[in-house]
Structure formats: structure tokens, C-alpha cells
């Protein structure tokens, strides 16, 4: 790609000054409709590049296809990124910034003067002395997450089409809403999609390829008590929020939780407690790397609230489980070419590929158990959900390449 001028730095640009944040407490979809001012801008740009069946939907999901320009049979790969942006932090009037040949001093953002981006906390900044990034201007965070990934995947649709000699399978093109706030799949169309695996450009550090995920479940604990009035009550009332405060006080206190926990570890976290004297309910998520051990720290939790049950046995509880989602390597380790491909693919951009689970969920692990199996590719962005938000051009410009080489490995490996 030695002469090839990128255009995912000035898509880049474009992409983020469009507010797409999502919302956590709308019922609509997409929960907000100003993220469909993207996904038809974007739509847009795909049918003016050539893709003459590009389309955006209600929902604010685009779809586009890329056709096949080999005789083989080569397996239909998707890529995926979001349009959304996160709810943590402001993506209205984003001002991008782009530092050319970033010096390596510490960066003071202009609209707020105490926000500063430092080589001291961020030493990923230090491998881009010399080259171009982006940064907010410190009122909101960047968008890099996932705008960076929506760029990447543009810049590649306009390298296939305006170079044909590069062999490749049919690629389908999806950008959906609502990531961020866990719904990034709910009302997509894979029948529509046919596509058979498929890649997120939604990761980190130049050279990350992630294959894990949590596995994922919801408990919920509900304690019936005995209700009485409080003057009249000696021997009657059971009052279920000090039983619920019984229960959370016997949650182990030095591992079992997010705050004591790292790596490979999981843990068992009360998320959101409501009720009144007469019935509390407590919810909590369960998070492990292996599914089976999401029933083991369920059983633990169970019976350390059946323990405090015992003292009061008047009172009832109730004890479900939900499952949410599983470790997309499960499905992954079925399929290993899919990840391999992606590690080839990485080998010819001279990547140093970093492989480290990931300590949440992706749209990714939804779609894996959804019948396409969906590793995460970097994008380069940093520090995302913040006002330092930034992100490297170098890294987005190396991802186009890595996705350029990835459907050439794909196409040279089909019959
Ligand atoms: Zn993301």
C-alpha cells in the first residue's frame, strides 16, 4: 500500500463531529435517533464508492456488500464496527485536533486547560513521537470508540474498489447502533447480513487481537419478610433490607470482586439493590472466563444468603439466575482458521501480535454465539469514555492494511 493515500484520517475527522451517543434508559430503537445521522451518512458514502446495495434500516444498522472479484470459494466475511458513542461522556460538538508529528510533550487540551494528556500516564503516546494524532479538545471525549473502527472499515471499501487486482471473497460491510449500551445486536438482520465469520475493528493497541470474552450471567436474589406495624411488630416483623444487608456483608471481602480481581480471575458483583422492609431485591452480575464456573460462584453466593436465611425463617427468598453471554472463544476454538487468518494477516504488516482476554463483553461474543464467529481487531484507540480520548493515525492507517491483507489471506487459502 507504499503509495496509496489513506483517507480513515480525514473520515476520522468527519466521522466524530457527528453526536452519535447512545442512551442507557431509552426504550427505542436505536435509543437515540441522531445516531442514524451517521449510519445514512455512511450508507451514503458507500453507495457513492460503489456499493450499489447499501442501505440503513429503522434501526439505524447499515449493510453493504463488497462483491467477490476471485472464481474461488471463499467463506463471505463481515466487518463490523459501531456508530455509537458512549453515555459515560459528552459526544455532542466533538472538536477533533489533530497534532501532525506529535513532539512528545505532554498535551494540554485547549477548551479545558485542566485536562492533560501525559506521556506519564498514557506511555503508549511515546511509540507516536513523529507521527500524527488526534485528540479531543477537552470539553467531550473523542469517538475514537468505535469511529476509529467505522473509518478503518471505509478506508478499506475504498481501497478494494479502486484496487481491483487485489483478490477477495464476497466482504459484507455492518455498522450498528447501540454498542455501548448492550443492545449492539438486537435488532440485527444476519439473514440479510450472510455473511459466515466476521471481524469488530472495536480493540485497543496496534497488534491486539482478541478471541475472549467473559462468559456472563445475572442473579437475582429477592427476600420476602414479614411485614407488621412497626409499633405492634416485637416478634413479628422480619425486615427483608437488613436481611439484604446480612447477605451483602458476607460477600467475601479480599477476592469474589471486580475490585479484587484481574486477569483470568472472576467475580460475583452486586450491581443494583431496591425494596422496602417488606421485600428487597439485589441483582448481581456474574462474570468468569469459564462458563461452568459461573454456576460454581452462583452456588457460592447462594448459600451464603441461605446461611443468613437460616437465622430469620419466617423470611423467603427467591434465587434466578439469567444467562447474558458466553466467552466467544467457545465458539472461536470450533472455527480456529478465523482467528488464524486475522494472526496472518497481522504477521505481514510486521504486527507483534498481543493476544489478553477481555475483562467484559463485546458485540462481538453476542454475534460468535449468534452463529457468526467474530473475533475483535485494534483500531489503536485509547483511554476511550474519557476527554483524553486519543488515538494515533499511524495505528488506524495500519489497520486498513492489516484488513487489505486479511481478505487476501482469506481468498489464498479457499478452493
Ligand atoms: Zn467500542
Redesign the pocket.
Known amino acids: 500500500m507504499k503509495d496509496y493515500s489513506f483517507t480513515v484520517c480525514e473520515r476520522f475527522m468527519r466521522y466524530v463531529q457527528i453526536d452519535t451517543q447512545s442512551d442507557p434508559h431509552s426504550d427505542s430503537h436505536p435509543s437515540t435517533e441522531k445516531q442514524k445521522n451517521l449510519s445514512k451518512l455512511l450508507a451514503g458514502e458507500l453507495l457513492e464508492i460503489g456499493l450499489h446495495d447499501a442501505q440503513t434500516d429503522e434501526y439505524g444498522y447499515v449493510y453493504a456488500t463488497i462483491p467477490s472479484n476471485t472464481n474461488k470459494n471463499v467463506p463471505v466475511i463481515c466487518f463490523c ?2 456508530v455509537d458513542t ?1 453515555p459515560d461522556c459528552s459526544g455532542a460538538n466533538v472538536k477533533p485536533i489533530l497534532y501532525k508529528h506529535y513532539s512528545g510533550e505532554d498535551i494540554i487540551l485547549p477548551d479545558d486547560t485542566s485536562q492533560i494528556i501525559s506521556t506519564k500516564d498514557y506511555p503508549y503516546l511515546k511509540k507516536h513521537i513523529g507521527y500524527d494524532i488526534i485528540t479531543a479538545s477537552g470539553l467531550t471525549l473523542l469517538g475514537a ?2 469511529k476509529s ?1 467505522v473509518a478503518i472499515i471505509m478506508d478499506m471499501v475504498n481501497y478494494l474498489i479502486t484496487h481491483a487486482e487485489i483478490k477477495h471473497g464476497t466482504i459484507k460491510i455492518l455498522f450498528t447502533p447501540d ?2 449500551v448492550g443492545k449492539g445486536t438486537a435488532n440485527i438482520d444476519l439473514k440479510k447480513l450472510n455473511a459466515d465469520f466476521a471481524y469488530t475493528l ?1 480493540g485497543g493497541e496496534a497488534g491486539t487481537l482478541e478471541d475472549e470474552t467473559f462468559s456472563a450471567d445475572a442473579a437475582t436474589i429477592t427476600i420476602n419478610g414479614v411485614i407488621a406495624h412497626p409499633g405492634y411488630a416485637k416478634n413479628k416483623l422480619v425486615n427483608a433490607i437488613k436481611i439484604a444487608g446480612e447477605i451483602l456483608d458476607t460477600l467475601p471481602k479480599i477476592f469474589f470482586s471486580p475490585e479484587t480481581t484481574e486477569k483470568r480471575e472472576g467475580f460475583v458483583h452486586p450491581v443494583h439493590i431496591e425494596g422496602i422492609a417488606e421485600k428487597v431485591k439485589i441483582e448481581f452480575i456474574v462474570r468468569d472466563f469459564i462458563t461452568d464456573n459461573l454456576k460454581k460462584h452462583e452456588k457460592k453466593l447462594k448459600e451464603l444468603a441461605k446461611e443468613v436465611l437460616t437465622r430469620y425463617p419466617k423470611a423467603v427468598m427467591q434465587f434466578e439466575v439469567q444467562e447474558q453471554y458466553r466467552n466467544m472463544k467457545e465458539v472461536l476454538n470450533k472455527y480456529p482458521h478465523v482467528v488464524a487468518n486475522a494472526e496472518e494477516a497481522y504477521k505481514r504488516s510486521y504486527l507483534k501480535i498481543t493476544n489478553e482476554p477481555i475483562r467484559g463483553g ?1 458485540d462481538g461474543s453476542r454475534l460468535s454465539f449468534m452463529k457468526l464467529p467474530c473475533p475483535n481487531i485494534f483500531t489503536g ?1 485509547q483511554t ?1 469514555h474519557s476527554k483524553h480520548e486519543w488515538i494515533g493515525v499511524n495505528d488506524m492507517q495500519k489497520a486498513v492494511e492489516v484488513l487489505i491483507n486479511l481478505v487476501q489471506v482469506w481468498e489464498e487459502k479457499a478452493e
Open positions: 464496527a459501531h458512549a470508540d468505535d473502527g454498542e455501548e472495536d463485546t484507540m476511550i
